[in-house]
């Protein structure tokens, strides 16, 4: 923090630094002083001094980012009778600009005086102000016209409040004729300067995009015939082409909303405005062959998206007019948009993708099957296109991975297979099956009729990974398609590309359901797939397939356990990778819980010892490098013996006092684990993944492993004073998840907690220290709300109690999605208890101790909770906190009115520009919207949504 106003040379001589010395050490150094400077009041001067003098390029630069950082963020450090001579002073600034102005300056200048513009309250019509001092000056267009397009945009980014931007938007409203006017005739006085029809497109667009302009006026405007002449010449320049699209786009998503929400505008020249851009965007279709011809792939992706965008704004209009036979017109546009899926890039076709997702969901909540049928051909096409899409390079040699364009081509198969998952249903999987199958085959023909019979190995490989996508969609009992694809797969001779068969081998895992329904083929394909586990490149493949084998076929593979316990023993010898083997472990687990409770026991032991050995030589010879992911690496074994723990659940009947086949190979494996956490403690990652095993364990066997709590639990207390890793307090929650509810446990398990808390809050309490230890945080009070669900009465009675609401209390406004939840679920698990009267005879002592601690602590804990929810908390986090809102008001909703009611009086009443907040009408009914929706979680995280909006 700066104590005084810096000498000028001095900030010259930091910015010199910062943009001109070679030495990396002074570069920080004057970086970090500058950025101090900006958070400062003397900022405001030096950068407007700055901007005066115009040194050099990089002052200039700096001192505009400078003016720009402080309105944006800083503004209500200004004095108000201050905004005036910063207005006048900004717009001196911007007066002297002209063609050899830096564009930094001049966007970082222009967006600064749209910022103070929107948070200047006392300003009244300043885009008629802007227009009237600037409009008649030619050289002043460049940045008025940068000014006009800024000033709507910035409207969504500053935190204004919603009352300030609704003033705001009213007044755009109310200028938007004169500023439409102002665009017309700067293009029609500029006719050759392609500069300024970049900018006023973009202008326009940016006012459309907020809804300043009327959708009435536009069918008859002349800046949206220009867009299409420039759209219709595929000669234009890059830059002029993307504005013209960006500005036609705009105005279809605002027509896309309107159709929407019918109430948004009147519907007066509505239909005439869809019928004008519906003939105008059709009328492209020439350009963009053009465009394919002249390989212009920039402006093909343009044309896509107008294609696309017209296409989802006609959407519900197509789907809805499509009745008794007939098609509404513009179901012409989606042809247009498979011409562009058929084009040769794939970055053009899955600009289209977001349509038919749409589409889909349209389809799927009408579910009528004449509708289905009418776009049935579309799906047809897009699938067989993007079939296409999805092959290879024919020369390409080994697996789709190892290839130099993997990086893009692998997530956009992805992306089709998800996309085909949606829209499957409106051919039908097996439809799509057989398509995909006369791929295979080769039962194809031309447009003349000719069959043809050679397909090459790219277009069989895509078809069995379009069939990939939709194989669990497959009916079980479906025999006419499925058999002869899986014989094909078992039968493809050994010559055959390896990235066919890798595809086939995940098809084959893919079609599980079918195999369990079919289980004659279950063991040709388990002989299959176990020859593919020692093939390089196919290993990995077979083992996901064998995973999803064992998921869905349990019951006709426990007569194969042996030959899965032989995998199983034979791991490391297969060319996979570890998550492959653990997916292969997971398998193996599913069938071993199902044996017999008799040959579980010899078999877990054996499964857990071929992990647990290499996990005891790797601590017992400490010369061993660690390489993580290799076999040096504990976390590899460790991973591999909780997923065995996780995985094998046998079926056991407590009321017949079984002993639990996997409690002896669990207290064996205890020591090894107590020994990693010893060996290993320094190191996060793998006590992390120890402590996940010991999760595991203690889950599978549950309160069969009550002997080993006393161990656990004083062990992770040692350690955890010394290395605080939070994975020990999240452990901690599942002990107390599994045996706070004995009472002989639950002393000691509060004395767990107890021990935690003076190394867990030493971290918290440090300077940023709660945002800098999420994870903390979170473990923290998970483990603290299993308490109050466990064993509440000796949590509430806790000494360490106070502490931790207070802690809960200053972590309201972190927003760490995760442990903001677990603080919110602290605070309503804590009201919860003291609330419910369950069949517990505590429910008095309960109640007695929560209400102590709300009488100290409640008004604390509402003005928080609103605090957080305004300021902190993005909207997505709100549910957990109404949920805490509404357990209050339930708790004691005359206490819960006063503390709102306080808690309201709070908040600022005036945002940074002097506009008023929340009025009193929107404050009583925010209060009695929280109060009086008790049984609506939806309605509350609506109202503090709309109230958090007027701050911001």
Sequence with gaps: MMNSSPELDTVYQAVYSLYSNPDPAENKKASQWLEALQKSVYAWKISDEMLQQKRDLESCCFAAQTMRTKIQLYFHELPTEAHDSLRDSLMKHISQIDEHTNNVIVTQLCVALADLALQMSSWHKPVVDLINRYGGNSSSLWPLLEVMRVLPEETNTLRLGANRRNDILIDLISCSETVTEFLKLCLKNNIDNEQIHIRILRCLTSWVIVRSVSLQTLPSSDIVAYAFQVLSNHMASRHLHEAATDCVCSILQRLGEHNLLPGLELNKNLDQLQLCLFTSVMQLEQPYHLSVAHEEI?????????????????????VNGCTDGKQHYAIKILDLVLMCIGHHDYEVAQI???????????????????????????????????????????????????????????????????LIKDVVFIVG?????????????????????????????????????????????????????????????????????????????????????????????????????????????????????????????????????????????????????????????????????????????????ELCWFQARPLCELMESNGILLTRGTKTDPVVWLDRLATIFRYTNPQIDDTKHQSHPCQDIITEIWPVL???????????????????????????????????????????????????????????????????TDHDCAAGLIGMLEAFITPTFRILQENEGLKNHPDTVDDLFRLCARFLQRAAVGFLHSAALSSIFDCA????????????????????????????????????????????????????????????????????????????????????????????????????????????????????????????????????????????????
């Design 298 to 318: 920039e402006q093909s992706m343009n044309y896509c998206r107008i294609f696309t965008e017209l296409a989802e704004t006609f959407l519900k209009t197509i």
């Design 352 to 418: 289209t993708f977001n349509l038919w997702y749409q589409l889909s969901e349209e389809l799927y909540d009408k579910n009528k099957e004449d509708l289905n049928s009418v776009f049935r051909p579309h799906i047809e096409r897009l699938i067989g296109a993007l079939c296409k899409h999805c092959q290879m390079e024919p020369d390409h040699l080994g697996l789709i991975e190892e290839g130099s364009s993997a990086e893009e081509f692998v997530p956009f198969r992805g992306r089709v297979s998800e």
């Design 429 to 605: 999987s097996s439809h799509c099956f057989r398509q995909m199958f006369s791929t295979l085959t080769g039962e194809q023909t031309t447009s003349d009729g000719q069959s043809i019979r050679s397909p090459t190995w790219d277009s069989i490989e895509a078809a069995l990974f379009i069939m990939q996508s939709v194989a669990k969609n497959i009916v079980p009992e479906e025999n006419e398609v499925v058999p002869k694809v899986v014989e094909a797969i078992l039968n493809a001779p050994e010559n055959t590309h390896i990235a066919v068969r890798h595809t086939s081998i995940l098809l084959l895992g893919e079609l599980c359901e079918w195999i369990n329904c079919h289980s004659q083929s279950l063991e040709p394909v388990l002989h299959f797939l176990l020859a593919c586990l020692n093939q390089r490149g196919l290993a990995s493949a077979a083992s996901v397939a064998l995973h999803s084998i064992c998921t869905a076929c349990p019951e006709h593979m426990a007569s194969h356990f042996p030959g899965l316990l032989q995998i199983a023993r034979c791991l490391d010898s297969f060319p996979i990778t570890n998550g492959a083997a653990i997916g292969l472990l997971k398998g193996v687990s599913i069938i071993l819980a199902r044996l017999p409770l008799t040959e579980i026991t010899p078999a877990m032991k």
């Design 674 to 740: 107590s020994n990693v956490c010893n060996t290993y403690l320094s190191d996060p990652r793998i006590i992390e993944r120890c402590c996940r095993c010991v999760r595991y364990a203690v889950r599978c066997i549950r309160h069969y492993a009550v002997h080993l709590l006393e161990p656990i639990a004083k062990q992770i207390v040692h350690l955890y004073s010394n290395h605080q890793h939070s994975c020990f307090l999240y452990l901690g929650s599942i002990l107390v998840d599994e045996y706070a």
């Design 809 to 952: 209390l200053m972590a309201c406004s972190l927003d760490h999605k995760d442990a903001n939840a677990s603080v919110m679920k602290f605070f309503f698990d804590f009201l919860h208890c003291g609330r419910i009267l369950d069949k517990q005879s505590d429910f008095t002592i309960r109640r007695q101790l929560v209400d102590n601690i709300l009488r100290e602590k409640g008004q604390s804990l509402v003005t928080n909770l609103l605090h957080a929810s305004v300021f902190s908390l993005p909207t997505i986090m709100l549910e957990d906190v109404a949920d805490v809102l509404i357990e209050l008001t339930l708790t004691d909703s005359t206490l819960m009115a006063t503390w709102l009611k306080e808690a309201i009086k709070s908040m600022p009443t005036q945002n940074a520009g002097g506009s008023p907040t929340a009025t009193p009408d929107q404050q009583l009914e925010f209060h009695h919207t929280i109060l009086s929706s008790t049984d609506s979680r939806k309605r509350i995280v609506h109202s503090l949504r709309n109230y958090a909006r007027l701050f911001r």
